[in-house]
């Protein structure tokens, strides 16, 4: 079984400054998905960005970036110019490539709560 | 295009109680999720289904059940709820061939408070 981790249960960062999330993963899979999610006070989850495996360009969008390293089973979630919108839980999610019932979920990883001061 | 809705927001009930939550997926998705998020067990997988029928089922005791109906609305229901049971309810929904570039997409979720 796919296993996620996020070491940090909460971080903070300066408005306008840098902060990078952490999450390590595990697994026996060779191609799967792994995503960020944001989960502001409203609770709905927001993708923010996904990465394929077989994929070995980081993914972008925008001010977000992820640094994947596949060897180190790692995906960090790097934040550039933080916004106050920003403030959220962060969840690390893994998804098996592979088709059939049983790989249809996400494995998520218990989150980190970023706090961003003005 | 409306989102994923989910009712109720809130919900209080007492333990040994059954309670029933609804999710009504994105217009054209045929897959619908279901997720318990609790502050000490993060998001946990419950179950998945697809055009009426369950695909995947996560680690849940027998109590908690699902269906889906023609429509692609599901609901779940959990019988004779237990104080753990307190928890959000997130349902999420997509087109349902999990290809690599399917999204999905969360709703709100239902708070559900067991005293």
């Known amino acids: 079984a796919q296993t996620v981790t996020q070491s940090q249960p909460e971080m903070s960062v300066q408005e306008a400054e840098t902060v990078t999330l952490s999450c390590t993963y595990d697994t026996s899979e060779s191609d799967y998905y792994l995503f960020w999610y944001k989960q502001p006070p409203s609770r709905q989850m927001i993708l923010v960005i996904r990465q394929e495996a077989y994929k070995q360009q980081n993914a972008t969008e925008n001010r977000f970036s992820v640094n994947f390293q596949k060897a180190a089973k790692s995906f960090s979630l790097k934040i550039s110019d933080s916004q106050l919108g920003d403030a959220a839980m962060y969840f690390c999610?893994?998804?098996?490539?592979?088709?059939?019932?049983?790989?249809?979920?996400?494995?998520f990883g218990k989150g980190t709560l970023l706090t961003v001061n003005p | 295009k409306a989102g994923v809705t989910q009712t109720p927001r809130y919900l209080i009930k007492t333990r040994g109680q059954q309670v029933t939550l609804s999710c009504s997926p994105i217009?054209?998705?045929?897959?619908v999720s279901w997720y318990q998020q609790t502050p000490g067990q993060g998001l946990q997988f419950l179950f998945e289904?697809?055009?009426?029928?369950?695909?995947n089922k996560g680690n849940f005791p027998g109590r908690f059940s699902g269906r889906q109906f023609s429509n692609s609305r599901s609901e779940m229901n959990v019988s004779t709820l237990e104080l753990g049971d307190s928890a959000l309810y997130l349902c999420a929904s997509s087109l349902g061939s999990w290809a690599a570039n399917e999204k999905l997409f969360f709703g709100s979720g239902t708070q559900l408070s067991v005293l």
């Open positions: 217009s054209g998705h045929r897959s």
């Open positions: 999610a893994y998804r098996s490539a592979k088709s059939g019932g049983s790989n249809y979920k996400l494995t």
């Open positions: 289904y697809f055009s009426e029928t369950q695909r």
